[in-house]
């Protein structure tokens, strides 16, 4: 079945630093979701990517579509200890309303 | 307006013991799911449905039943605990527009000893 890989799986960055975290389709995406989860919290929706070479921003995060629809990238400027948590990518399985979730990337920030 | 309610957040059951996880959303959502999270592993879809009488089964059905016999609600049933159900359970919903994302509840943790 489909399969969703992300690196890394923990990045620890000082306040400041920028944060990049990939993600990996086995087969073409119809479209990406990503998803934050604060510690000890629940996944809360960032955004959706559809197109291809899509590039979509909210404030420090920018994220990024590839070109075969296979990949995608979370890039955060100047982290911030706000910022901590977990990013997961994910991807629909076999069908449009079904997700499949990556194992997630693991964010600390250092004050 | 409450989004995805779940209940318990917490519950210690003895292996072998049943329980319901409670599930209700009130965003009037067709799409509903049961996903677990382990430490490390993101999370894995249990069971879904698309709509009030229609269940089907995801990744890691096995232990677990569900039913869904209102737009609103969607509990999971375990049967017969095992120590390999000690998870954190997440419940969400979507709408068929999929520009909205999934909206999740806030979880239960649970522990079979």
């Known amino acids: 079945g489909q399969q969703v890989m992300q690196i890394p799986q923990y990045q620890h960055v000082q306040e400041g630093e920028d944060f990049t975290t990939y993600c990996n389709s086995s087969?073409?995406?119809?479209?990406i979701q990503w998803y934050k989860q604060r510690p000890g919290g629940h996944p809360v929706f960032l955004i959706q990517?559809?197109?291809?070479?899509e590039v979509k921003k909210q404030k420090r995060l920018t994220f990024q579509f590839g070109e075969a629809k296979k990949n995608s990238s979370l890039h955060i400027t100047a982290t911030q200890t706000t910022d901590v948590g977990t990013y997961f990518c994910?991807?629909?399985?076999?069908?449009?309303?079904?997700?499949?979730f990556g194992k997630g990337t693991l964010l600390t920030v250092n004050p | 307006n409450a989004g995805v309610t779940q209940t318990p957040k917490f519950r210690i059951l003895k292996i072998g013991q049943s329980m319901t996880l409670q599930c209700a959303q009130d965003?009037?959502?067709?799409?509903m799911y049961w996903y677990r999270q382990d430490p490390g592993m993101g999370l894995k879809l249990i069971y879904y449905?698309?709509?009030?009488?229609?269940?089907d089964k995801g990744e890691v059905p096995n232990g677990y039943n569900v039913s869904r016999s209102t737009t609103e609600d969607f509990p999971l049933r375990l049967e017969l605990a095992a120590p390999s159900q000690t998870s954190v359970y997440f419940c969400?919903?979507?709408?068929?527009?999929?520009?909205?994302?999934?909206?999740f509840g806030s979880g239960t943790r649970l522990t079979v000893v």
């Open positions: 969400a919903s979507s709408y068929p527009d999929r520009n909205y994302g999934y909206t």
């Open positions: 087969t073409t995406l119809s479209n």
């Open positions: 990517l559809v197109k291809s070479g």
């Open positions: 994910a991807g629909p399985g076999g069908s449009n309303y079904k997700l499949t």
């Open positions: 965003m009037n959502h067709n799409y």
């Open positions: 449905s698309v709509g009030a009488g229609i269940t």
